[in-house]
Nanobody, 124 residues
Framework: EVRMVESGGGSVQAGGSLRLSCAAS????????MSWFRQAPGEEREGVEY???????TYADSVKGRFTISRDNAKNTVYLQMNSLKPEDTAMYYC??????????????????WGQGTQVTVSS
């Protein structure tokens, strides 16, 4: 069974922190690089950070120095640590497994499995 489940979203004030988790079934986790995306109402889905199977990371400029992606292979889980949160970080956050065919990690169409999303709301 293919499964990806996000958790950890919530409401915080600007400057606060949250840690998102994405638990993936073993077949997905061991075979795919993993990304975090976010989507605000009326906006396109935006790639936030990406981590390869070996642990190499890439991030969007908008979260540089504030967000960190990591993975725990013992738990088949990918994390997104978000610090110094800003109101513009407010969005639904999704984890996604990238296809093995390549293409930009920032492109949602290059991802084959998605979680249901977890809402992050940052107030000023």
């Amino acid at each position: 069974e293919v499964r990806m489940v996000e958790s950890g979203g919530g409401s915080v004030q600007a400057g606060g922190s949250l840690r998102l988790s994405c638990a993936a079934s073993g077949s997905i986790y061991s075979s795919n690089g993993m990304s975090w995306f976010r989507q605000a109402p009326g906006e396109e889905r935006e790639g936030v950070e990406y981590i390869t199977i070996s642990g190499t990371t890439t991030y969007a400029d908008s979260v540089k120095g504030r967000f960190t992606i990591s993975r725990d292979n013992a738990k088949n889980t990918v994390y997104l640590q978000m610090n110094s949160l800003k109101p513009e970080d407010t969005a639904m956050y999704y984890c996604a497994a990238r296809t093995s065919y390549g293409g930009s990690w920032r492109d949602p169409t290059n991802h084959v499995h998605w979680g249901q999303g977890t809402q992050v709301t940052v107030s000023s």
